[in-house]
Structure formats: structure tokens, C-alpha cells
């Protein structure tokens, strides 16, 4: 199905479900809402239903540009596409482009095979291409990579109804792709004076960062955070974040050693004059002192890992927490951050 309105939504079988009808529910309810008290990401969004695909869950090109086209046609301001391919359909490509050109917003999902290359329409130039993290906003496995991911959100064992008002937990990126087509709608509701491409471009700016500093393959921008845009001209948070601990290694460095980023980002609304970051690798303890930050700045500190052959067997252990410098962190919940890494080639 296409639901549309003032969010326009398509639902195809890009995830785990119960079936067609249930895959086309659960996402128009994670992004509007279905039942009393399971209120969606924007329950106020209008939607439009055009059924895209056949009874086993396939479709092909020209129903899915026709579909789009429709939501064009009947006022769509976000598009969401739960769908995807491997190959490129000059016809979906085109029908994409004139929803961009009329300023719609188009979000996809990046596909669940667990490769590297995002599938189309969430590959191409433009659309808000979604990947999926679970609880502990660690990136899924089975989420697809690239340069074209724009942003992360809920994806793994999401609540959702059925089709027959039982839930299921629903997993995939096309579970994702709601949450950040929903939040596009939820905000123009609040604030109707943006243009729904300055919504989406507010999403990505204030996601917060996850892996490596900066974009990605794996998770874009960030991880969607709502609250952060809604709160960006509030002044007075102070906010700083362990974003993430990310083991690397080097091509043609030492076996026995590796680099452990640990990233920290500013999600308050004021400058930070510095921050404290404490890591305690296998037991050992570290510590480091940040530089001042901007509002949404990230920084990553470096430390070198010794990797002993128990490390190989049991992993490397990494509990990381920051403290602001001088001021009380409004957010403390987010200044903590452990992980465990068993990666290859150690």
C-alpha cells in the first residue's frame, strides 16, 4: 500500500511480519498511530491508502511510479517507501524526482540483506535513505551499507498491530522508515510555517551521532532524535553524550594492536567549555580531557589497545562515561556508554 496525506506513506514487504496486510499496518500505525493509547510517531497525519503490491507481497516498477505519482496527485507532503530493489527503474527514478520537485519529502528503507549497497528508491540522489538500530542503538545486522544511508531509527522487534488488532514485533528497516516519516509529519503539525524539506534536513542535523564520528556507512548522520529538534532554540541544555566506543583497526597495523575511538557529542543548546571522559578497557582505566564543543559538535578520543591472546577468546570489554566541565549535564542518562568487541582479524 501508498499512505498518504499530509504524510504519505509506502508500504511494501521490506520487513518481518505476519503477511502483506500486516507489513502495510504496522507501519501506518508506528507512523499515525492505530489503537487507543499506541498513538503513532504523528497521530494527527492524514492518510492516503494505494495498495502497491499483490497478494504475496511483490510488485513491480510501474505500479510502484504510478502509486507515487498518485500520492502527488492527492497533496502527499512526505512519502514514505518501505519498499525496496536491487536495480535501478528509470520509471521509479523519474516518479521520485517529481515528488522531490515538488518538494516532497520521499524517506525509504536501505534494505535488510546485510550487504554493502542500499537498495533503490532509498539509493537515489535526494530521499531520506533509513537504516535501522535496536534498543541500545547499535546498528542491526541485517540493515544494509552505504554512503546513501541519511539516518538511523528503531528497526529491531518493534511493537506494532496487525492487521487483526494483535501485535507482533516487527522488525526490518522498513520498520525504521516510518519513525522518520512520521517525525517529518509530527513537526509540520507543530510548525507549519517549514517547508517539508526543512524538516527532514532538521532530522538529519540534529540525529545523534553513532559509530565513527561524522557520516557514515552504517548509520548516516545519527540516530533520530525528536527531541533535539524540538528543543533546538531552547537555550540553557547542557547536554554531552557518549555517542559510541568504536574499535578499529588499520590495515598492516600490529595484530597485537588496535585504536578504540570513543565518541562524545555535544547535544545541548549551549557551548561547552570541556568535558572529562573516563575509559576503562579490561579493567584498566584511562582518562582524557575534551576540547570546548559546539552545540551538535562530535569529538572522538583516540586510545591505543594492547590485544592479548585471552582478548582474542573472551573480547575487549569497554565501559566509557563523560562528565561536563564546570556545569550540571541536563541529560545525564546518555553519559554512559559499554560495549564488548570481538572483531575480526584480533
Not at 232 to 242: K, M, S, W, Y
Not at 243 to 251: G, H, S, W
Not at 280 to 293: S, Y
Request: with cysteine; net charge negative.
Amino acid at each position: 500500500e501508498l499512505i498518504g496525506g499530509r504524510t504519505a506513506a509506502m508500504v511494501g514487504q521490506s520487513g518481518v511480519g505476519n503477511g502483506v496486510n500486516d507489513h502495510a499496518t504496522a507501519v501506518a500505525a508506528i507512523l499515525a498511530g492505530a489503537l487507543p493509547g499506541r498513538e503513532g510517531v504523528a497521530p494527527g497525519a492524514e492518510i492516503i491508502s494505494i495498495r502497491i503490491v499483490g497478494p504475496d507481497g511483490t510488485g513491480d516498477s510501474f505500479t510502484l511510479a504510478k502509486g507515487i505519482e498518485e500520492a502527488i496527485a492527492r497533496g502527499a507532503r512526505v512519502i514514505n517507501l518501505s519498499v525496496g530493489s536491487h536495480g535501478d527503474s528509470p520509471l521509479v527514478r523519474i516518479a521520485v524526482e517529481h515528488a522531490l520537485a515538488e518538494g516532497i519529502v520521499v524517506v525509504a528503507s536501505v534494505g535488510n540483506d546485510a550487504v554493502e549497497g542500499v537498495t533503490y528508491p532509498a539509493r537515489y540522489s535526494g530521499v531520506v535513505a533509513v537504516t535501522a538500530v535496536d534498543a541500545d542503538r547499535q546498528h542491526v545486522y541485517f540493515a544494509n551499507r552505504g554512503p546513501q544511508v541519511g539516518i538511523a531509527a528503531p528497526g529491531l522487534e518493534v511493537w506494532a498491530p496487525s492487521s487483526t488488532d494483535t501485535a507482533f514485533r516487527f522488525t526490518g528497516t522498513s520498520a525504521a522508515t516510518p519513525f522518520v516519516a512520521g517525525s517529518v509529519a509530527g513537526i509540520l503539525s507543530i510548525e507549519p510555517g517549514l517547508k517539508p524539506v526543512e524538516v527532514a534536513a532538521l532530522l538529519l542535523r540534529y540525529s545523534n551521532d553513532a559509530g565513527l564520528p561524522g557520516k557514515d556507512s552504517e548509520f548516516g548522520l545519527g540516530v533520530l532524535d525528536l527531541r533535539r529538534v524540538l528543543d533546538r532554540a531552547v537555550p540553557g541544555i547542557h547536554d554531552i553524550a557518549l555517542a559510541d566506543n568504536c574499535l578499529v583497526t588499520a590495515p598492516g597495523k600490529d595484530a597485537g594492536r588496535a585504536d578504540l575511538l570513543v565518541v562524545v557529542q555535544n547535544r545541548g543548546t549551549e557551548f561547552l567549555t570541556g568535558a572529562e571522559l573516563s575509559v576503562k578497557i579490561n579493567g584498566e582505566v584511562k582518562t582524557a580531557v575534551l576540547p570546548a564543543t559546539d552545540p551538535g559538535e562530535t569529538f572522538a578520543a583516540r586510545f591505543e589497545v594492547a590485544v592479548r591472546d585471552a582478548d582474542r577468546q573472551a573480547g575487549i570489554r569497554v565501559a566509557s562515561s563523560v562528565t561536563i566541565v564546570g556545569t550540571r549535564d541536563d541529560n545525564p542518562a546518555n553519559n554512559l556508554r559499554e560495549s564488548l568487541f570481538m572483531p575480526p582479524g584480533l
